[in-house]
């Protein structure tokens, strides 16, 4: 299989340590990349260290070409990409593809939004010791950001850091997933050619140690991480003065509620419990149900639920591939059967083969079980009865995170209840929680996470925000 160079500071290199990366699926060798040295991340951060008041007096134009060349290259190339994030991450291919042409949107959205970096005229005469002066704010990039990406979405949640810092004329270090490295080396080779200056962009995979270093080095001005909270929230104590931008995941949960449309609930919540195996955030973990609707949802759910298709992500026709390893698969088994134990009904699934878990659904799973308390980032959703709509409410905000979630109702009243009442970072009406658009503010609370993405919000994390204060006459001597 193939070689793959590391991009560090604008040139391709090898290190001592090579990575393998196989296949989830079938255990394959996919390619043969690198972990960066010590010496090649002191290289890439002095770089960027050098590169960013070139960066910081950039014009608007010059930033948004670059990133509108990316994003026609992705889309470009979006089956290519995707085979190969379908093979690295063990991803369907068709949700592979998919996923590399949101990438090409989120870069053309970064393009839009560094046209758009708007200050503001603030009158300052709100006193008389005040009077004759105005303000002016502009938005100033912060430095070097240091980025860590997960395996999950290795295009998708990459682009989410590397995009808006290209947007905001910040360089930035990325450290995408061991994992499945090579979509975003394949994406650097894509920056550089956009005309990138050398240290505006490093990607390379790193040991712990290097890693480590990244997140506690003072130099950076930020860090944003996407992966567990076991590991993200240990970064934030040892990141020191920089910013922190954590997006941490959850154990997403969706209401049925008693006007519901009960086919399109069944549809939208089989798709958002399943689509990549439930290695997802804000995959559908927990759903509430009113005994109204209970029988027709549950029948329609199950039903929706016999028909995915499970096995190679590299056939079309593949709804549910693997999990990532073997450590997520026996630990997903084990969550199932703990249920079982405990006295739920297994209503669907439940069966492993190496690391193909059966897409499955529980139901009367006491709630102080881990398969309701933590994140399953599996095929496993649990099915429950609610009498009502504040129970419903009440069960979801019953969690450590609070990332998404979806109400499914055509009351328009329970709409902005659950608006103003769910402890979470968004709320979706009419829709499974495991929707997102890529310029929508993203983000969760409690255990979920710290600060936003999506480009606009994260680009306001990765600018300063400074005032001109003038006089509305010019003094004279």
Request: aromatic share 6%; net charge negative.
């Amino acid at each position: 299989m193939a070689n793959h160079q590391i991009f560090v500071a604008g040139t391709w290199e090898e290190s001592p340590q090579k990575l393998d990366v196989t296949n989830p699926y079938d255990g394959s060798l996919v390619g043969t990349t690198y972990s960066a040295s010590e010496e090649q991340y002191e290289r890439a951060v002095q770089a960027a260290l050098d590169v960013a008041p070139m960066l910081a007096a950039e014009p608007a134009f010059e930033r948004s070409r670059r990133l509108r060349f990316v994003a026609d290259e992705i889309e470009a190339r979006k089956e290519e990409i995707g085979e190969v994030i379908a093979r690295e991450a063990g991803k369907p291919l068709k949700d592979a593809i998919s996923e590399a042409s949101r990438g090409g949107f989120t870069f053309r959205v970064a393009a839009e939004e560094a046209e758009r970096m708007y200050g503001e005229l603030i009158p300052l005469d709100l006193n008389e010791a005040s009077k004759g002066r105005t303000g002016i704010t502009r938005k100033f990039p912060i430095g070097p950001v240091a980025g860590i990406s997960p395996f999950n979405l290795p295009l998708g949640l990459a682009a989410h850091k590397v995009a808006p810092a290209m947007a905001a004329g910040c360089p930035i270090v990325l450290k995408p997933p061991s994992a499945a490295p090579l979509t975003m080396l394949m994406v650097a080779e894509i920056i550089e050619r956009s005309g990138a200056p050398a240290g505006a962009v490093s990607v390379m995979p790193m040991s712990r140690a290097i890693g480590d270093k990244l997140v506690e080095d003072d130099r950076f001005k930020l860090l944003t991480f996407t992966g567990s909270p076991q590991v993200g929230w240990p970064m934030k104590a040892r990141a020191g003065k920089k910013r922190v931008v954590l997006e941490l995941g959850g154990n997403a949960a969706a209401v049925v509620d008693a006007t519901a449309d009960v086919k399109h609930a069944a549809q939208r919540c089989a798709y958002g419990a399943f689509k990549y195996a439930g290695q997802l955030c804000i995959s559908v973990q927990r759903i509430f149900v009113h005994e109204a609707v209970w029988d027709d949802f549950s029948n329609d759910f199950a039903l929706r639920v016999s028909e995915l298709r499970q096995g190679d992500p590299m056939d079309l026709t593949t709804d549910l591939g693997p999990l990532i390893d073997d450590g997520a698969a026996a630990q997903t088994e084990e969550w199932i059967q703990e249920a079982v134990d405990a006295g739920a009904v297994l209503l669907a699934g439940g069966k492993r083969e190496g690391r193909l878990i059966e897409p499955t659904v529980l139901t009367d799973v006491p709630p102080q079980l881990r398969v309701c308390r933590e994140e399953a980032f599996a095929p496993v959703v649990v099915l429950e009865k609610v009498t009502d709509f504040s129970e419903a409410l009440a069960r979801v905000n019953d969690s450590d995170f609070g990332l998404q979630a979806g109400i499914f109702t055509n009351d328009l009243g329970h709409a902005w209840r659950a608006f103003h009442e769910l402890e979470v970072g968004g709320v979706v009406i009419n829709d499974a929680p495991t929707y997102r658009i890529d310029h929508m503010p993203y983000g969760g609370v409690k255990d979920s996470g710290f600060g936003r993405e999506g480009l606009r919000w994260a680009i306001e994390d990765m600018t300063e925000i400074r005032i001109l204060v003038m006089p509305n006459t010019a003094t004279r001597s």
